[in-house]
């Protein structure tokens, strides 16, 4: 005799078959179509720590600035060339110069950013794999496209206000001669 216990096993209800049939149902169908698909986003995020990945960033973002500073570079060509500046005098090389040195620090900047955006994409995937396996939910991952859209938003604004810079020191180095010439004209 058993405390505390009966005799008698338990026995499977009809209602007890039913729910382990479900269950079973419910596990095979886990097993053959969400098991592979979490399998690939694992595979999916481990790439993200990949170097190539952190190197495909840094060439997308690189490409972007050329193409981006390349237009500044042309245009402070035309501006320098209708003042009437010589190409290879000090003037203009200085100014190929600050443009070229002011991409160089924003590509730099952009390129990091664009990798650490990548890092955090790849740590956010880690957090949503441990939520999978806790059967928690999970939350919205950045991808590589949003980071290299990112990097070419990065890339035209910089090109944009180094050129909006340019301008307005020509401007305000036009208005100085300008006011030189009218002072030395008018005798002042």
């Known amino acids: 005799m ?4 009966s005799d008698t096993p338990d026995r499977e209800t009809e209602d007890d078959k039913v729910a382990a049939e479900i269950a079973n149902e419910r596990y095979q169908y886990y097993q053959d179509r969400l098991v592979p698909v979490q399998n690939e986003y694992i595979a999916d995020v481990r790439s993200l720590n990949d170097d190539s990945q952190y190197e495909r960033v840094a060439g997308d973002t690189n490409a972007e600035f ?20 010589d190409p290879n005098s000090g ?6 110069s600050s443009t070229a040195a002011q991409q160089g620090q924003n590509q730099a900047d952009a390129i ?5 955006d990548n890092q955090n ?8 794999i441990v939520a999978l396996g ?11 496209q949003d980071i290299a859209a990112n990097s070419a938003e990065v890339a035209a604004n910089a090109a944009a206000n180094n050129s909006y810079n340019r301008q307005q020191n020509n401007e305000l180095a036009s208005t100085g ?5 009218e002072t030395l004209r008018s005798g002042g």
């Open 66 to 85: 050329t193409q981006a500073f390349s237009s500044i570079n042309d245009e402070n060509h035309r501006a320098l060339s209708s003042q009437g500046i």
């Open 91 to 96: 003037q203009a090389i200085n100014v190929h």
């Open 2 to 5: 058993c405390i505390g216990g």
């Open 177 to 181: 001669f300008g006011f030189a010439a």
């Open 112 to 116: 990091n950013r664009g990798q650490v």
């Open 121 to 128: 994409s790849y740590v956010g995937g880690l957090q949503n």
């Open 134 to 144: 806790e059967g928690q939910a999970t939350s919205a991952q950045q991808g590589l």
